[in-house]
Structure formats: C-alpha cells, structure tokens
C-alpha cells in the first residue's frame, strides 16, 4: 500500500468562505419555491388520501407498473428499499416494473401474471414517452383480447395521448401536478398512488419527507443536511472531484442509488458541468471498485449509507476464527468502516450518511434530503436543475428513425462490430 497521503478534506474556515455561495444557492432555491416551481417541496404537504384508490383495487393479485425514468425508479426504489429485494418471492402480492423497451422483459412478465388479475399503472408525466406508450399499446391490446375491465388499468400522467386515452376509455387518472419534475416526483401521485397499492405505509413515507423538510429550511449550513450535503459536493467539485459515488451498505438501497443517478445526472448536468453520478454497492463492491476508487484518478468524492439496525440479523460461529460469535450486521458495518478510513487514508474525501434503521419515515427522510441537496447544488452550480433539454433531441432522432425518414443503422453509427 502507497504511503498514507493527507487528508483532503474541509476546514472550517473553508465553509466561513463559501458563505456567500451557501446563502445565495439557499435564497434562490425559496425563491423558486416562493414562485411555485419547486412542486417536489408542495407535494408533501398534501394528505395522503387523495392517493389511495377504493378497497376494489386492492383484490389484483399482480400490480405492474409501467414508465420511465423519474416516472418509475422512484416507485421501484421505495418499494424495494422497504419490502426487499425479494418481496416476490415472500409476498403474497406480486410486483413487477416495466421500464425498458426490451421486448424480452415485456415477455417474461407476461409469463408470469395473469393480466386479468393484474393491475397496471401507465406512468407518464408527458404522457408521450415512446417506450411507456409502446409497452402500454401492447399490454392494452391484450387485455382488450382477455376480457380486462377499465379498472386494471390506472393512469398517472398530467397530458399527452396516454392522458387522451385516459379519458377516451374511461381509465381512472391521477393527475401529476405541472411542477414537478420527473426525476423529484416519487413523493407525489406517480409513486405513493402505486406504492400504496404495494404494502407501502405512504403516511409514514410523507412524515419522514416533512420532517427531512422542517431541516432543509433552516438557513444554518451546520444545522441543514441538504445545504450542507449540497457544499460538500460542490466545493469537491471544484477540487476536481468529477465524480460522486453513492454506495449503501445494505441491498435494499441499491435501487436508491440508481434513482439518485437520475436526479444528480439529468439534473446538473449542463452546459458543460456536472458530476458524474456512480452505483456502487457495499460490501460486494469492496471486491469490484475499490481499487480503482483508492488507487486510480483522484476524481471521486464517496458518499457511504450505513443502517444501524437491520430487519433480520445473524451470529457466525467457528470456533478460534476470529468471525467466532460476530453478527453479520457488525461484520458488514466493520467493512464500511474500514472502507471509509482507507479511502481518508489515501485522502479520498467520503461522507457517510447513518441510518438508525431503514423503513418508510427514514426513507422519507432520506428522499426529500437528496432531493433538496440537488436543488441547492443547482443552485450552486448555477445550472437550472429543472430542466433535461438535451434529450429531446435523441427522443427527435428516435422518432424519426420509427417514421422511416431517418436512414438506416449506417447513419446512427459509424461502424458496427458484429460478434
Ligand atoms: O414521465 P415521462 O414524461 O414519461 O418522462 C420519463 C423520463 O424521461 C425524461 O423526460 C428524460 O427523457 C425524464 O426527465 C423523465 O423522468
């Protein structure tokens, strides 16, 4: 191991000098939300009721949720990061998201549920993405041919054909307010509508959100997790640091990391700037990533989730090993830790985020943290966090492509290597 380098991280007098910075990016943000832009902090002020659907929904035996994007890694991080990463296999109720234009994955759930007994919720807040609309025709087209009543399907859009067909063939639609923005809507219609057909106890996921929101309104960087989160990563940044690894030390977050991989992305990443968003997952990626994270390019800044106490736990025992009598919650928290003082060690800066225990309300918590940290980090940036401007034109070219007037592979590519 190279000899151990200095610690690179903040002092005190580094944040007195980002006073301003901090202020400004704070200011801004309620602004925006004074001025009705910020949808994500209105939405959980709202009463939970107003998501759930009559007792007749809850008979389906499958739910399937089919979207994109903000409009489905959110539902699909909290369900998992509170049921599990195997609630199938131990629910009565079965889950399954539809989140790709892959017609194999398409196939396999249509494999597996009964579409008569299935529940389908068609997420869309544009209502024209074109793989949630292609997965819909099809999966409508099917139920039509199995005798499906309007009540297998519930639509969550705020406009576009999917709204249109809402309305024309009498689905139930919720509606997503204009201002919130996909990739900050899991705490709005487009995830506890679903979620509260999925177990999820939405009240305590909301409660956790607005209590997180009490935090973030405070003007004191030192008493503001979000604020605070927010001028790490910044000031990281501008040390170079151009790419932000999130990696829990527990299963049911790792779907967290691939929602905060769009919200970090598509949200700051403009103009030129950004910082790169990676999933990792410990302990496993202790024995995939770290030596580059240690021993490669000093571009990343770390951020660690650890839980206290997990929901099951186990004591190993092999008498004169040293594992003898540990608890596989102590040896996974023991990794984290020593994960986290090498990389300070090789002056890798990491932070670590504690959870006392991971269920609805911390989740809230932990959710409307991000969220908030990415609206100050636009802030700091001063880059409009609330927009995705670039991708419509690869959603152009795709058009075009299905409409025929683009030319063949010849011109998507410059070469192809075939295999
Ligand atoms: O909810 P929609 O409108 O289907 O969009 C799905 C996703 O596609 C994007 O617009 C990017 O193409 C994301 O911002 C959004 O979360």
Redesign the pocket.
């Given at each position: 191991m190279k000899e151990k380098i200095g610690i690179e991280g903040i002092s005190l007098e580094d944040i007195e000098g980002m006073r301003n910075i901090v202020d400004t990016a704070y200011r801004r943000t309620m602004e925006r939300y004074d001025k009705g832009e910020l949808g994500f902090m209105e939405v959980i002020q709202k009463d939970c009721e107003c998501y759930r659907l009559s007792d007749r929904y809850k008979e389906f035996k499958y739910i399937l949720v089919v979207?994109?994007?903000?409009?489905i890694?959110g539902t699909q991080m909290v369900y998992e990061g509170v049921k599990g990463v195997y609630a199938n296999e131990l629910n009565s109720k079965k889950v399954f998201f539809l989140d790709n234009s892959d017609p194999e994955l398409l196939y396999s759930i249509l494999k597996i549920v009964a579409l008569r007994e299935t529940l389908v919720f068609v997420?869309?807040?544009?209502?024209?993405?074109v793989e949630?609309l292609a997965n819909f025709f099809i999966l409508r087209e099917k139920m039509k041919k199995e005798g499906c009543r309007e009540d297998n399907v519930v639509i969550i859009?705020s406009g576009?054909l999917l709204k249109e067909i809402g309305k024309r063939e009498n689905y139930k639609i919720f509606e997503?307010p204009e201002n919130v923005?996909?990739?900050f809507?899991v705490l709005s219609s487009?995830g506890l509508v679903p979620l509260s057909c999925m177990g999820v106890d939405i009240g305590k996921l909301i409660s956790g959100a607005r209590d997180m929101d009490k935090l973030c309104r405070r003007e004191d960087v030192f008493n503001n997790p979000a604020l605070m989160n927010a001028l790490i990563h910044y000031m990281f940044l501008n040390r170079g640091k151009s790419i932000s690894v999130i990696m829990p030390y527990i299963e049911r977050l790792y779907r967290f990391d691939l929602w905060y991989r769009?919200l970090w992305a598509?949200s700051l990443g403009k103009d030129g700037k950004g910082q790169t968003p990676v999933a990792a997952l410990g302990a496993k990626d202790q024995h995939s990533q770290l030596q580059l994270y240690l021993d490669g390019p000093k571009d990343k800044i770390i951020t660690f989730i650890k839980v206290r106490k997990f929901k099951e736990d186990f004591t190993i025992r092999y008498k004169g090993h040293y594992l003898d009598g540990c608890n596989l919650s102590q040896l996974i928290n023991f990794q984290q830790l020593g994960t986290e003082r090498v990389l300070t060690s090789m002056g890798v800066p990491n932070i670590s985020i504690v959870l006392e225990d991971l269920d609805e309300y911390t989740l809230g918590k932990l959710i409307y943290m991000y969220e908030m940290t990415t609206a100050f980090m636009g802030e700091m940036m001063e880059v409009n966090a609330f927009n995705?401007p670039a991708?419509?034109e690869?959603?152009k070219i795709t058009r075009e492509l299905l409409e025929g007037k683009g030319k063949g592979e010849e011109v998507v590519k410059d070469y192809i290597i075939k295999i």
């Open positions: 979207g994109m994007g903000g409009s890694l997420v869309s807040k544009s209502g024209n993405t949630t859009s576009g997503i923005v996909g990739r809507s487009v769009q598509e995705q991708v419509e690869g959603k």
